[in-house]
């Protein structure tokens, strides 16, 4: 699938002033064609503001949603302004926006592509507990969407038509939901889901969501994402809430 007026670009963004701007310009430089929408995941600085002045489009949420959220919020838009893709790209400048091409040619056989960050193209790497639930959480969701999938939590990810129409209803706002349910929802659903390989890069602003306080929780964090995806009946991800 070609990069068209049918392709939104969405970036979730959280006090993101000092990165979101020139992000947005870096996705027109390497996608002249595209459409960018920044959401504005309430922050309390300028980040709606510069992106406005950077020539995104911007929807400009009152509260803190978090990424889930914000992006329910950029499939609804996608929906409702005819857009036959979306693609998502975070705005602290880690997803180099030159792989989007390679993410939407691959929807010409899937529903939903990931851009994987283990799969041979980078030196990104991860280490102790959230290295282990990475490659638990790779194994347990490539057995779930039939495909052999290497990084289950990456944030950069193109939607085909059919899942951009099932994430506008069913996108998951919980943490760690956004990506390990997202898969899951996909998969109960009967999408199509591969992976592409991309680099990723340092932030170039704004405050990490992990750090390595943190970092020891995230196994049991991701452990309980997937026990709640689960169990969640399958017609609860169906559209319009039908069995």
Partial sequence: MPLSSKTLIVMPAFNEEASVAEVVREVFLSNPDAVVLVVDDGSSDATSKVAREAGARVATLPFNLGVGGAMRVGFRFAVDNGFDAVVQIDSDGQHNPESVPALLRELETADLVL?????????YSVRGPRQWAMKS???????ATHTELTDTTSGYRASGPRAVAL?????????????????VIAARSGLVVKQVPVSMRPRAGGVPSHNPAKSALYLGRAALALTFAFMRPASTYRLGGRP
């Fill in 137 to 143: 959480l790779a194994a347990i969701l490539s057995r």
């Fill in 167 to 183: 994430f506008a209803e069913h996108y998951p706002a919980e943490y760690l939901g956004d990506t390990i349910e997202a898969l």
């Fill in 115 to 123: 851009g994987a960050r283990f799969a041979g193209e980078g030196d």
